[in-house]
């Protein structure tokens, strides 16, 4: 039996099993603990227990590490997010402060100027963009009384009367896109070759086929797409594939459409895409794409102009309802009640006739 003992016991040395450790031990103890031995078992024993608590702790001190790796990370992308809303945060209250101080401006050099064109029309542009439609069509039907060859005034006029609302009697009241294709068709008559008139032109038949497709006039509305079409189409064809998108999509097309966006894109030549294509995916019934659009615009340019277009176009529509656009409005500084603390009221003088 102390052979076979004695025998396990050098064996050991060889092992690594803290089980079989623990049995050769046991064995051991039979001869004596003071038998010599026992003493190297019981000392690779100790060894054993000590090797197996350090991978527990390593394996601890790893799982540690993850786990604050894991917090850092989180703290990293808490204080990223919290970055950008402060910078954003920024960014709003620069606009807002900018925009109130160009409100001033106008004001100012208006009154000190009424009857100069320019600044007839910069009255205008920023009444325009804060959503007072009516009053920048009416400041500028004035200034074509002052100014009735003026190009440009009549441009934005008809420009303008494409982002006013019908009125609410359209019956007896004149449509605004009506009275927009007239002026377009003016500035046309002059120069036949001018694209922009072309794609007032465009636009506003395609509210009007909008419209009419709502009131149940199908032919109407197709009539009206097509005529759009074909202002855009005829020679020489006008490069706004924006527009000729929409127009595709109201007539069904719908891979003539996704190719115009396409020709759009291409043109970026990797450039992000202007405010403007959220109009064209809010058309087309995509408004997550419209959203995305606006967002990273706004990441990009709080003071983009394109902003504002979009924020009162009545292409927009269809997002008008969506939850996410009232929120993203506040964002972009262009909500209603936002547009309205800005305090710009601009008089014309009396007409030389009744001065």
């Not at 910069?122 to 060859?149: H, V, Y």
């Amino acid at each position: 039996m102390l052979a076979y003992e004695v025998g396990d016991l050098l064996e050991f040395d060889e092992r690594s099993d803290l089980g079989q450790a623990s049995k050769t031990t046991n064995a051991a103890m039979a001869l004596g603990t003071s038998h010599p031995l026992y003493a190297k078992l019981y000392a690779e024993q100790v060894a054993c227990r000590k090797l197996a608590a350090g991978v527990e702790l390593v394996d601890r001190a790893i799982k540690l590490s993850a786990a604050k790796d894991s917090v850092k990370l989180a703290r990293d992308s808490v204080d990223a997010d919290r970055a950008s809303r402060e910078k954003a945060e920024r960014a709003r209250a620069a606009y807002a402060i900018a925009r109130k101080d160009w409100a001033c401006r106008v004001q100012r050099a208006f009154t000190a100027k009424p009857r100069d064109v320019m600044q007839i029309t910069s009255g205008a542009q920023l009444l325009s963009e804060l959503g007072r439609t009516d009053a920048a069509i009416q400041l500028l039907r004035w200034g074509l009384k002052e100014f009735p060859n003026d190009r440009f005034a009549r441009l934005q006029l008809a420009e303008v009367l494409v982002q006013a609302r019908p009125p609410a009697d359209s019956a007896v009241l004149p449509d605004p896109t009506d009275q927009a294709i007239t002026e377009a068709r003016t500035l046309k008559n002059i120069n036949p070759k001018g694209p922009r008139p072309r794609v007032i032109i465009a636009r506003a038949l395609l509210l009007q086929a909008r419209d009419l497709s709502r009131k149940g006039d199908h032919a109407g509305s197709v009539s009206a797409a097509a005529a759009a079409l074909g202002e855009l189409s005829d020679e020489p064809a006008v490069n706004d594939p924006l527009t000729l998108a929409m127009v595709e999509h109201s007539l069904g097309h719908k891979v003539e459409s996704a190719a115009a966006i396409k020709t759009y894109l291409d043109s970026r030549r990797g450039r992000e895409p202007d405010a403007k294509l959220a109009e064209v995916y809010a058309w087309r019934g995509e408004p997550k794409l419209a959203v995305e659009c606006l967002k990273q615009v706004l990441a990009r340019n709080i003071h983009d102009p394109a902003l504002c277009h979009v924020a009162h176009s009545r292409f927009m529509d269809n997002l008008r309802s969506d939850p996410r656009w009232l929120p993203l409005l506040s964002r972009m500084n262009r909500a209603p009640d936002q547009l309205a603390a800005i305090p710009l009221e601009i008089q014309t003088p009396p007409d030389h006739d009744s001065a």
